[in-house]
């Protein structure tokens, strides 16, 4: 069982960064792909990023590809999101993830999810 801890969310204003962190309970973490997802109210849990367990390959959706990187730090067992240009329509709770199986852009390829952390962004 992997557990998962966000932190990092916060209020910030449009155009500003913040970097959401994601630490897991166990070394194995390191065999584990890593996502994060995010979900406004009313709206469907939206992949975000996903970085594969060696951190060699990463994805991006198109919503935030260029303004958001992901990032881990296997020592650490801890995975980034640095998310820069931020405007209102990134406001959400957002989510990290986990999946032994490899890298996948669906809710239903992870097996492991945090509580979530609020983003909130003003304009």
């Known amino acids: 069982q992997v557990q998962l801890v966000e932190s990092g969310g916060g209020l910030v204003q449009a155009g500003g960064s913040l970097r959401l962190s994601c630490a897991a309970s166990q070394r194995t973490f390191r065999r584990y792909a890593m996502a994060w997802f995010r979900q406004a109210p009313g709206k469907e849990r939206e992949f975000l990023s996903a970085?594969?367990?060696?951190?060699?390959?990463?994805y991006y959706a198109d919503s935030v590809k260029g303004r958001f990187t992901i990032s881990r730090d296997i020592a650490k067992n801890t995975v980034y999101l640095q998310m820069n240009s931020l405007n209102p329509e990134d406001t959400a709770v957002y989510y990290c993830?986990?999946?032994?199986?490899?890298?996948?852009?669906?809710?239903?390829?992870?097996?492991?999810w945090g509580q979530g952390t609020q983003v909130t962004v003003s304009s």
């Open positions: 993830a986990a999946n032994g199986r490899g890298v996948g852009t669906s809710t239903m390829d992870y097996d492991y």
């Open positions: 970085i594969s367990w060696s951190g060699g390959s990463t």
